[in-house]
């Protein structure tokens, strides 16, 4: 069995950690909403949200790429809710 996509038995590490092998290491997912508001950009476009999410968007048909955007945008609002609910809970 091909070592490569093993997946059950690779270790998750955060984004940023320094490893020997990525082969042997899944990388966790992060957040683009946080960096966002890090950054103080409120508006961004369609193309740079596909372009920071998905490697290879320029291969992706019209009907693709809507599909994908809509399931980053619900990711990207679920995220900017939770963010807003610990701001509102931090008020009350």
């Keep these: ?25 899944i990388r966790q997912f992060s957040s683009g909403f946080l960096k966002q508001l890090e950054e103080g950009r409120v508006k961004i476009s369609q193309e740079e949200v596909l372009r920071s999410h998905v490697k290879n968007w320029k291969m992706l048909s019209m009907k693709q790429r809507r599909i994908v955007l809509n399931l980053i945008n619900a990711r990207r609002a679920k995220d900017a809710k939770q963010e807003f609910l610990k701001e509102l809970n931090l008020f009350s």
Excluded at 1 to 25: A, G, L, R
């Design 1 to 25: 069995m091909n070592s490569k996509f093993d997946y059950k038995n690779k270790k998750i590490v955060s984004e940023n950690s320094q490893v020997e092998d990525e082969n042997t290491v």
